[in-house]
């Protein structure tokens, strides 16, 4: 049973810097595909809830961060902890959110991590992140 658990969440000031953990179990020790997306609040329309963030591949650590975001996300992983990290520097209010950690079956190569939420199966219980001063 495939089982993501997210971690790091919390209350922080604008320009400080979180760094979100999603520790995944039961997923295939090989590659993975995990990605981060987000949903701020009073976003509802249709195909907008959830935002993607970043995500990685696991085999070779190949990379996407959403254009907007680039600059100042990082997203790592540590194989020996099965562990993906979501590193966020120069936060903004607007990048309060609630953030998810997902992950998918099918994960043969760098272009099975698109940022789109559909393409992934399973999920976490999410992480608060809320920026304000």
């Known amino acids: 049973q495939v089982r993501l658990t997210e971690s790091g969440g919390g209350s922080v000031q604008p320009g400080g810097s979180l760094r979100l953990s999603c520790a995944a179990s039961g997923v295939d020790s090989g590659s993975k595909c995990i990605a981060w997306f987000r949903q701020r609040p009073g976003i509802h329309a249709p195909g907008k809830e959830r935002?993607?963030?970043?995500?990685?591949?696991?085999?070779?650590?190949?990379?996407r961060i959403a254009d907007s975001l680039k600059g100042r996300i990082t997203i790592s992983q540590d194989n020996a902890k099965n562990t993906v990290y979501l590193q966020m520097n120069s936060l903004q209010p607007e990048d309060t959110a609630t953030y998810y950690c997902?992950?998918?079956?099918?994960?043969?190569?760098?272009?099975?991590?698109?940022?789109?939420?559909?393409?992934?199966?399973?999920w976490g219980q999410g992480t608060q992140v809320t920026v304000s001063s």
């Open positions: 935002e993607g963030v970043a995500s990685i591949y696991t085999s070779d650590g190949n990379t």
């Open positions: 997902a992950a998918r079956r099918a994960c043969a190569g760098p272009w099975h991590i698109r940022l789109v939420p559909v393409d992934y199966e399973y």
